[in-house]
Nanobody, 117 residues
Framework: QVQLVESGGGLVQAGGTLRLSCAAS????????MGWYRQAPGKQRELVAT???????RSVDSVKGRFTISRDNSNNTIYLQMNSLKPEDTAVYYC???????????WGQGTQVTVSS
């Protein structure tokens, strides 16, 4: 079992910056990949970016060049650096972790990101 707690969301103007954090209750060394998903009102939850234990990353085309996912295994935390934010990035952002062996998934409670135009 692991609990994931997101933080760092908020209200920002278009073009602004936010950094999301996802702190795990225990070691994240058993979880790979970990990632960020988002869900906008009336839309399905979608993948934003993922990172493996070894640091390999992938992201959805709409955030490439603007968002960067990173992972601090020693602090059991992953981050999502979001630059050049757009109104269409407005959503609840969720942290996700997949256990490397059981493949069980864990989710955080979400953090709201609102980008005003």
């Amino acid at each position: 079992q692991v609990q994931l707690v997101e933080s760092g969301g908020g209200l920002v103007q278009a073009g602004g910056t936010l950094r999301l954090s996802c702190a795990a209750s225990g070691s994240i060394s058993h979880f790979s990949p970990m990632g960020w998903y988002r869900q906008a009102p009336g839309k399905q939850r979608e993948l934003v970016a993922t990172i493996t234990f070894g640091g390999n990353t992938r992201s959805v085309d709409s955030v490439k060049g603007r968002f960067t996912i990173s992972r601090d295994n020693s602090n059991n935390t992953i981050y999502l650096q979001m630059n050049s934010l757009k109104p269409e990035d407005t959503a609840v952002y969720y942290c996700n972790a997949r256990h490397r062996f059981s493949q069980r998934e864990y989710w955080g409670q979400g953090t709201q990101v609102t980008v005003s135009s």
